[in-house]
């Protein structure tokens, strides 16, 4: 089979060129960078083409594109699809491009997909996918595709388009916002060093998780930001609950501070199978010590 990577010479589509072709399929990458495109080429054994001759000499087309170029690519190749092709994307976010799909793939089989993992995963194996079928006939698809990941051991959930999206408004939105601003604010602190030098598990979690989020992109984090839907709300939901706890510190509340602390303790037992365990979880972390 031949598939063809729209945005090939990007992080995850170089994962998506070298993963497929050690599976033995065809791979063509295309870019609008012709000097990154050859480069990639190279490193990865696979072909280069243009965007439009990728797409027709193909069976399947990926588009690993950013979100704010996603249509302008998508009806740049429109004219070389073909009726019977599948087409996927793996963007972040799910209801726009796959609303833009279908409407400039008619008579094709599109699937939104989501790898909720970055290009550093050494393979699928232990991975979650998010697949977003929107009919009968994209559902058919989605189980084909599960089947497939689940048969290389990666982890498959179905939703829709929009269910996706609010959830990660939470799962990476949310998450993202408050690595940066953690990052800011340790930076703001002047003692980066120090803290690291002496900081316990807790510490390495908050470090581990600000490093990790300022290290990527900018382009893709901002596009998130700025693209999922309710983040304005979600983070003044995280600001309130903020300026709530900060309150209780400033007036020395250690009493409202327990209460509060074991009202969440009380939630989370309830509604996380796996919190009991998650103090011990903290310690497999490599290098941790024993204070938290």
Same mark, same amino acid.
């Given at each position: 089979m031949r598939v063809a990577i729209i945005g090939g010479y990007g992080k995850m589509g170089r994962w998506l060129a070298r993963g497929l072709r050690a599976?033995?399929?065809?791979?063509?990458?295309?870019?609008?960078?012709?000097?990154?495109?050859?480069?990639?080429?190279?490193q990865l054994g696979v072909k280069a083409a243009s965007a439009s001759e990728a797409v027709k000499s193909s069976e399947v087309v990926i588009l690993s594109v950013p979100i704010d170029s996603f249509e302008a690519?998508?009806?740049?190749?429109?004219?070389?699809?073909k009726p019977g092709q599948y087409i996927f994307d793996v963007t972040s976010i799910k209801a726009r491009p796959v609303d833009i799909m279908h409407k400039h793939f008619g008579g094709c089989r599109v699937l939104g997909t989501h790898p909720m993992f970055?290009?550093?995963?050494?393979?699928?194996?232990?991975?979650?996918?998010?697949?977003?079928?929107?009919n009968k006939e994209e559902r058919e698809l989605a189980g084909v595709i599960r089947r497939y990941l689940e048969e290389r051991?990666?982890?498959? &959930?179905?939703?829709?388009? *929009?269910? /996706?999206?609010?959830?990660?408004?939470?799962?990476?939105?949310?998450?993202? %916002?408050?690595?940066?601003?953690?990052?800011?604010?340790?930076?703001?602190?002047?003692?980066?060093k120090e803290a690291e030098a002496a900081g316990g598990t807790s510490y390495r979690l908050l470090l581990t998780l600000a490093e990790a989020v300022v290290s990527?992109?900018?382009?893709?984090?901002?596009?998130?930001?700025?693209?999922?839907?309710?983040?304005?709300?979600?983070?003044? &939901?995280?600001?309130?609950? *903020?300026? /709530?706890?900060?309150?209780?510190?400033?007036?020395?509340?250690?009493?409202? %501070?327990?209460?509060?602390?074991?009202?969440?303790?009380?939630?989370?037992?309830?509604?996380?199978?796996g919190f009991a365990e998650a103090y011990n979880n903290a310690y497999r972390l490599p290098g941790e010590g024993k204070q938290l």
């Open positions: 599976e033995g399929l065809q791979v063509t990458i295309a870019g609008r960078d012709e000097t990154k495109l050859s480069e990639a080429a190279g690519i998508c009806k740049e190749i429109a004219p070389a699809v970055g290009p550093g995963a050494a393979s699928v194996s232990g991975q979650r996918f998010v697949l977003t079928p929107t051991s990666a982890k498959v &959930v179905s939703m829709s388009p *929009a269910e /996706h999206d609010d959830l990660m408004a939470i799962v990476l939105g949310l998450s993202h %916002f408050i690595a940066l601003v953690s990052a800011d604010t340790l930076l703001s602190l002047g003692k980066l990527e992109d900018p382009s893709f984090y901002s596009s998130l930001q700025m693209n999922l839907p309710g983040m304005a709300e979600l983070q003044d &939901v995280f600001l309130a609950k *903020a300026r /709530h706890w900060a309150g209780i510190v400033k007036s020395s509340d250690t009493q409202s %501070f327990a209460q509060r602390m074991n009202h969440l303790k009380s939630r989370f037992a309830q509604e996380d199978p």
